[in-house]
């Protein structure tokens, strides 16, 4: 059975001027339960999503900030399109048929989320498309020290549900290395100033990508009687205060599950299909948030720098303030072993291809 579409008029504001002269602009998508969903052009940022509690209220649950101007200076990456690629790759460098490619080094050495002035700090081209919301950008050779001129595009659409379908592409005129995704903060609670440590959180993976001390993945480690152990449910907090090596390294969660499924379909030659991964519930607001996407793997990063970082009306955030859950492929993975198999390489003539989606709904 279909979902209900409901096609409402997305309604445009302006939103400020960037410092080279060009205007950035919020776009907002409406759906039969009054959500609103704001986007802007700058980034192709999620910068706000009101929702209904149990009660019916309305509020926001995802961090942002109030201005282009805020989102531009910060290193939280608050709702953020990722690219050209998500996460870490180690001593910001790749070799790829035989080429060595020096990447931005804009964390530890490494690269991370596409470098200093990734896709998440662009201004991306916009159109409407049957309700929905189409941005496109051109990612120039060189870019971050990625070969290729590459084009991507991201549709959101906002179904009568409360499910937000984030449908990524992407093309290039020559081999290179893309993994892209979406770095929404959530917080179901909606309350300005809490943390998610009371969020329940549940993760359809039997093991996780253990980190080094400058958290690239080192191997992958069963989550069966650990902290990571998230297959039934489990409230945050309780967790976070578990004594683990890998959680005292990154102060909290930043690592990536494998998701069950994947290592099955690669085995067996089939492309991954979009399936439940997680599901988040925030009992005092009664929202529930459900993550389901095509891909191998699914960060899980609890906002464990974020406090004191500057959040809505210049209010600054707590530790632990947010919880993202990125779908995408494996940080690294360009580095590992076959990563054309993996889906690390897109080469001329293939296209990039990833589904994610995030359905909010409210438990009685």
Same mark, same amino acid.
């Given at each position: ?10 309604? &445009? ?29 700058? #980034? ?14 309305? +509020? ?53 989320? #596409? ?85 329940? !959180? ?8 253990? &980190? ?18 998230? =297959? ?14 890998? !959680? ?16 099955? /379909? ?48 210049? /209010? ?5 303030? #947010? ?14 072993? +076959?990563?054309?198999?993996?889906? +690390? ?17 409210? =438990? /009685?």
């Amino acid at each position: 059975m279909n979902k209900p579409l409901h096609i409402s008029p997305i309604s &445009v504001e302006p939103w400020g001027t960037l410092p080279g002269g060009d205007a950035c602009r919020l776009y907002t998508l409406r759906n039969a339960q009054d959500m609103k969903l704001t986007i802007s052009d700058l #980034g192709a940022t999620l910068v706000s999503w009101h929702t209904p509690d149990r009660a019916g209220r309305l +509020a926001d649950i995802l961090l942002g900030h109030d201005t282009p101007a805020a989102y531009q200076s910060a290193t939280t990456y608050m709702g953020g399109l990722i690219g050209r690629w998500a996460n870490r790759i180690a001593g910001a460098r790749f070799t790829l048929d035989g080429i060595d490619h020096a990447l931005d080094r804009n964390e530890n050495g490494n690269l991370l989320h #596409g470098g200093a002035n990734g896709f998440h700090r662009a201004l991306w081209q916009v159109e409407e498309d049957r309700g929905a919301l189409l941005l496109r950008l051109d990612s120039p050779e060189g870019d971050g020290g990625f070969p290729g001129n590459v084009s991507v595009q991201v549709r959101y659409a906002l179904d009568d549900d409360g499910t937000l379908t984030i449908a990524y592409e992407g093309i290039t005129d020559a081999p290179t290395a893309l993994n892209l995704t979406s770095h929404g903060y959530f917080n179901l609670s909606g309350e300005p100033g809490a943390d998610v440590r009371g969020h329940i !959180l549940t993760i359809d993976a039997d093991a996780f990508l253990e &980190v080094d001390e400058r958290m690239i993945p080192i191997g992958m480690a069963e989550v069966s009687g650990s902290a990571f152990d998230f =297959r039934h449910g489990a409230p945050l907090g309780a967790r976070l205060d578990w004594p683990h090596v890998q !959680l005292a390294r990154a102060r909290g969660f930043d690592h990536c599950y494998v998701l069950r499924g994947g290592e099955q /379909a690669e085995q067996a030659g089939r492309p991954l299909t979009l399936r439940q991964v997680a599901s988040v519930y925030e009992p005092g607001s009664g929202r529930e948030l459900v993550v389901s996407t095509d891909q191998r793997g699914l960060q899980c990063y609890t906002g464990n720098y974020l406090e004191g970082q500057p959040g809505r009306h210049g /209010a600054p955030c707590v530790k632990h303030a #947010g919880l993202c859950l990125e779908a995408g492929g494996f940080p690294n993975q360009i580095n590992m072993a +076959a990563p054309d198999c993996d889906g +690390a390489v897109l080469r001329p003539g293939g296209t990039y291809r990833q589904v994610t989606q995030y359905k909010v709904s409210v =438990r /009685a």
